[in-house]
């Protein structure tokens, strides 16, 4: 069984603060590598992709790679409350499975 | 450029009956994938599409089934509800052939809710 495992949270930082959202995948050969937002009662949305180790930076969001360690964070800068959601890890397998397998997501409260 | 569309946006069924929810992927989108959400669960793939053609299929019953058209729109259909359907059901296109580097975009979802 394929798994992503993200720490169901609440996450609570005051505003300005940097979150720290972290996720760790079972499949040694999965590829791509997804952050989702979602707000109460609306659908996720897509926030950044990562591919190769390391680190990619996309205004306030970082999203950090390590495949060695099967481990994905996703750090927020100038934390808003307008970011208080759940954000979700999903996960591509390699090969040709077509599909992504999403953790259950962190709660995000951001306190002004 | 349009988002995923999907209707209806609320559904509220009886046990036993079935139900059918449609969705239409970004224009140029021809893979389509279907998941459901439960606040227990999170999201549960429950399958995927790509030119009309079911490329993989997730652990769910075989009262789920979906289709996709030529035109890359695609349906779902659960039949014989139960009250566990009662969940998100969530419609999601990718670009290219749909393969691993491809992101999904979501549609608003259907809320379906059996009694």
Redesign the interface.
Same mark, same amino acid.
């Given at each position: 069984q394929k798994e992503v495992e993200q720490n169901s949270g609440p996450l609570s930082v005051p505003e300005g603060a940097i979150a720290s959202l972290n996720c760790t995948y079972s499949d040694r050969v999965s590829?791509?590598f997804?952050w989702y937002r979602q707000y109460s009662g *609306?659908?996720?949305?897509?926030i950044m992709?990562i !591919?190769s180790n390391g680190d990619k930076e996309d205004g306030r969001f970082t999203a950090q790679l390590n495949k060695a360690s099967q481990y994905v964070s996703l750090l927020i800068r100038d934390s808003q409350p307008s970011d208080s959601a759940t954000y979700?890890c999903?996960v591509?397998?390699?090969g040709?499975? !077509? *599909?992504?397998?999403?953790?259950?997501?962190t709660l995000l409260t951001v306190n002004p | 450029k349009a988002g995923v569309t999907q209707t209806p946006r609320y559904l509220i069924k009886t046990r036993g009956q079935q139900v059918t929810l449609s969705c239409s992927p970004i224009s140029g989108h021809r893979s389509v994938s279907w998941y459901q959400q439960t606040p227990g669960q999170g999201l549960q793939f429950l399958f995927e599409y790509f030119s009309e053609t079911q490329r993989n299929k997730g652990n769910f019953p075989g009262r789920f089934s979906g289709r996709q058209f030529s035109n890359s729109r695609s349906e779902m259909n659960v039949s014989t509800l139960e009250l566990g359907d009662s969940a998100l059901y969530l419609c999601a296109s990718s670009g290219g052939s749909g393969a691993v580097n491809s992101p999904l975009h979501f549609g608003n979802g259907t809320r379906l809710t059996v009694t």
């Amino acid at each position: 069984q394929k798994e992503v495992e993200q720490n169901s949270g609440p996450l609570s930082v005051p505003e300005g603060a940097i979150a720290s959202l972290n996720c760790t995948y079972s499949d040694r050969v999965s590829q791509s590598f997804f952050w989702y937002r979602q707000y109460s009662g *609306k659908s996720p949305e897509l926030i950044m992709s990562i !591919y190769s180790n390391g680190d990619k930076e996309d205004g306030r969001f970082t999203a950090q790679l390590n495949k060695a360690s099967q481990y994905v964070s996703l750090l927020i800068r100038d934390s808003q409350p307008s970011d208080s959601a759940t954000y979700l890890c999903a996960v591509n397998g390699g090969g040709s499975n !077509y *599909k992504l397998t999403f953790g259950k997501g962190t709660l995000l409260t951001v306190n002004p | 450029k349009a988002g995923v569309t999907q209707t209806p946006r609320y559904l509220i069924k009886t046990r036993g009956q079935q139900v059918t929810l449609s969705c239409s992927p970004i224009s140029g989108h021809r893979s389509v994938s279907w998941y459901q959400q439960t606040p227990g669960q999170g999201l549960q793939f429950l399958f995927e599409y790509f030119s009309e053609t079911q490329r993989n299929k997730g652990n769910f019953p075989g009262r789920f089934s979906g289709r996709q058209f030529s035109n890359s729109r695609s349906e779902m259909n659960v039949s014989t509800l139960e009250l566990g359907d009662s969940a998100l059901y969530l419609c999601a296109s990718s670009g290219g052939s749909g393969a691993v580097n491809s992101p999904l975009h979501f549609g608003n979802g259907t809320r379906l809710t059996v009694t």
